[in-house]
């Protein structure tokens, strides 16, 4: 579900749900939070990669799973998920997204949440909610403050896909590679970092944070309340249905 290796000074940490394409299930966002938890504690480690195993980086939440969930499941199981996204601004060592294949949804979120993005040129990005019926719950103030509020709201009405290089000229991702050279340039990206002066390295992510984290658990709550409200909906009730829940998830 994760799997995790070393670079040097270097954490990689792979989302290893290959044939889920990697989606964001309530087990992998426990397993990926105390991963990054006891790296961040690791004084020899001082940058952190975080990717997929191939095909795809992530695909979103998991929605046959989500399919199945009554509300307050539902409900707490994005709770969490969004606590995740939050927890990699909170860590002290800086955090590097490698996007290859699919990066929709929650896993558009996941790697935008990231302290530094490397999208592969051929890369998939596309926030796939509102198309489905719902707001996307968590993430959104956090998508926000790296591409601002008006290129966020496009990207949240999920109308068209963007591959890599759309995704670096809206500051969605901040370096492309060509394909399947994500993994090796955010290494190196990391590398660099973590040849930094650590303390001055870790205090330049602790400053911004307020800035890019500001307000983010009230807004991400404001977002929950009103993906709860959409799931009711017919046409959410409709994608979950296709999903094998029947659509009964209003329990």
């Not at 480690?45 to 539902?74: H, N, Y």
Request: hydrophobic letters at 45%.
């Amino acid at each position: 579900m994760i799997r995790q290796d070393r670079e040097g000074a270097v954490g990689l940490v792979t989302l290893n749900r290959p044939e889920r394409l990697n989606a964001l299930s309530a087990a992998l966002v426990g397993r990926l939070e105390e991963t990054l938890v006891a790296l961040d504690g690791d004084e020899a480690v001082r940058a952190i990669v975080l990717t997929g195993a191939p095909p795809s980086f992530c695909a979103g939440s998991d929605l046959k799973e989500m399919s199945q969930c009554d509300e307050p499941t539902l409900a707490d199981l994005h709770r969490r998920a969004g606590a995740l996204a939050r927890r990699l601004g909170l860590l002290e060592t800086p955090v590097l997204a490698a996007v290859e294949g699919h990066a929709f949804g929650g896993g558009f979120i996941l790697a935008t949440s990231c302290d530094l993005v490397v999208s592969a040129e051929d890369a998939i990005w596309n926030l796939a909610e509102v198309p489905s019926g719902f707001l996307p719950p968590w993430g959104l103030s956090t998508l926000a403050a790296r591409v601002g509020p008006v290129t966020a709201r496009r990207l949240t009405w999920g109308h068209e896909r963007l591959d890599g290089c759309a995704a670096r000229e809206l500051g969605i991702a901040d370096y492309t590679s060509a394909s399947g050279e994500a993994q090796t340039t955010a290494l190196e990206l990391a590398e660099r970092i973590a040849a930094l002066p650590q303390a001055s390295a870790r205090a330049t992510k602790a400053f911004f944070r307020s800035l890019v984290l500001a307000d983010a658990e009230t807004h991400d709550a404001a977002a929950l309340a009103a993906f709860v409200e959409n799931c009711r909906h017919p046409e959410a009730q409709e994608v979950f249905a296709r999903f094998g829940g029947g659509g009964n998830n209003n329990g």
